[in-house]
């Protein structure tokens, strides 16, 4: 009785290490895969308040590049379109639900951001990374020309992968998509050339 009471002791300590092992894995390899996500996010010591501006040094943003940074836990991403990327504003027009941003203008698109490219600076796009659907984050999908998901003709934009929604690189959401509305442009300003302030703008 003893030896089968030791061995199912035994067998019960076994399984528990197995499952402690096996759990501290998860735990380091979800760790490792979050990392990347939380990374992107470079709020500053201000923004740690609940509803703080954030500010943004972009001065070494390239053309083409995109940051993303946390404003009252949502990602907002700066983009610094190409002349390519903003002559394809122009193409996309005849295909979008909201070309002009007339839906909802003062909840999702600020006066000084309903223009062509929704922006203050024509080439810095500053956008909610939010898809309007659901609530998940669209993908890159920068590259012009067929792609999986993506008509033979794409200009360059956003595609949430969860329900196919399609945004070209205003954030405007085409026709026909499950998405009723432009993502969301949030309140910003800029401070100089190369600073931005997201979350305020006052002097916009």
């Not at 509803?51 to 083409?64: L, N, Q």
């Not at 945004?167 to 800029?190: C, I, Q, S, T, W």
Request: net charge neutral.
């Amino acid at each position: 009785m003893s030896d089968t009471l030791a061995d199912k002791n035994q067998v019960d300590s076994s399984k528990r290490t197995w499952l402690v092992t096996t759990g501290l894995a998860g735990a380091v390899g979800g760790a490792s895969v979050a990392v990347p996500f939380i990374s992107t996010f470079q709020p500053s010591e201000k923004a740690k308040a609940a509803g703080a501006a954030v500010e943004v040094d972009i001065s070494a943003m390239k053309s083409g590049e995109k940051v993303t940074v946390e404003w009252r836990g949502k990602p907002v991403w700066i983009i610094k379109r190409t002349p390519e990327q903003l002559a394809s504003l122009k193409k996309t027009e005849s295909q979008l639900a909201d070309p002009k941003s007339e839906r909802k203008p003062s909840e999702l698109t600020p006066e000084y951001a309903r223009n062509e490219g929704r922006s203050i600076k024509p080439e810095i796009l500053v956008a909610v990374g939010i898809c309007s659907h659901l609530g998940c984050s669209p993908s890159d999908k920068f590259q012009m020309g067929a792609q999986p998901s993506l008509p033979d003709d794409w200009q360059g934009g956003f595609l949430c992968p969860c329900h196919g929604s399609t945004f070209d690189m205003a954030g405007r959401v085409f026709k026909n998509k499950p998405a009723p509305d432009n993502l969301e442009v949030p309140p910003h300003m800029y401070l100089s050339d190369t600073k931005l302030l997201i979350g305020e703008d006052k002097k916009a």
